[in-house]
């Protein structure tokens, strides 16, 4: 029944280390998004996807590389991970691309504890 | 660009009290304004949302109204419940093209009995 999920919920790692975060929502949206929260909660959007599309690609290091198999899933990987990529991610849907007054709809979260 | 200012953290209010967050926001055009809550350990959800200047969402007992003459879209609620501790943030939608939302920084909310 989840409408957005993740996995893993808690992920701990060496630095250095290659991982992922995956996303499923089941909701049938067009858009899924990505987003990384802090510390302090600060909310910074990473990536978002159309229908499979990348259409907001923020200042984000390319050791992240959003990918979406289809428009019900998107996936984030990591490579070579670092200290300061610890943090809570989490992945988000709405129902379509444009328009402004759309609902996001946000998964749990991700804790990645990059050791 | 576009940009959201909430009032600092932590909130801490007794139950039953009456609660104001403020927000003001910068944008341009007319975005829609955002609540958000987020309660411990979980992921963002709606609280309520106002699309126009003078809308008013309301939800839980909570409102906001969309001032487009102070910039403002203040979170009120007339009684606190310890459950509605969280942390809550205010949220602007980008008028201009794909979904981008830009979110506050958030404001931690206590409430004890």
């Known amino acids: 029944d989840t409408a957005v999920s993740q996995t893993p919920k808690y992920l701990v790692t060496q630095m250095g280390n290659d991982k992922s975060i995956k996303c499923e929502q089941n909701l049938g949206h067009d858009t899924m998004y990505w987003y990384k929260q802090d510390s302090k909660k600060f909310l910074k959007i990473m990536f978002s996807?159309?229908?499979?599309?990348?259409?907001i690609n923020e200042t984000v290091p390319n050791r992240f590389s959003p990918k979406s198999p289809d428009k019900a899933h998107l996936n984030l990987h990591i490579n070579s991970l670092e200290l300061g990529d610890s943090a809570v991610y989490f992945c988000?849907?709405?129902?379509?691309?444009?328009?402004?007054?759309?609902?996001?709809?946000f998964g749990p979260g991700t804790r990645l504890t990059v050791l | 660009g576009n940009s959201v200012t909430q009032m600092e953290g932590p909130v801490t209010l007794s139950e039953e009290a009456f609660l104001t967050i403020n927000c003001t926001y910068t944008?341009?055009?007319?975005?829609?304004l955002f609540w958000y809550v987020q309660y411990p350990g979980e992921g963002l959800q709606l609280l309520l949302k106002a699309t126009k200047a003078d809308d008013k969402g309301s939800n839980k007992g909570f409102e906001a109204t969309y001032r487009k003459e102070t910039t403002s879209f203040h979170l009120e609620k007339g009684s606190v419940q310890v459950s509605d501790s969280a942390v809550y943030f205010c949220a602007l939608g980008d008028s201009g093209g794909y979904q981008k939302v830009t979110f506050g920084t958030g404001t931690k909310l206590q409430v004890i009995p």
């Open positions: 988000a849907s709405s129902p379509l691309a444009g328009g402004s007054t759309d609902t996001q709809y």
């Open positions: 996807y159309n229908n499979k599309e990348l259409i």
């Open positions: 944008a341009t055009g007319y975005p829609s």
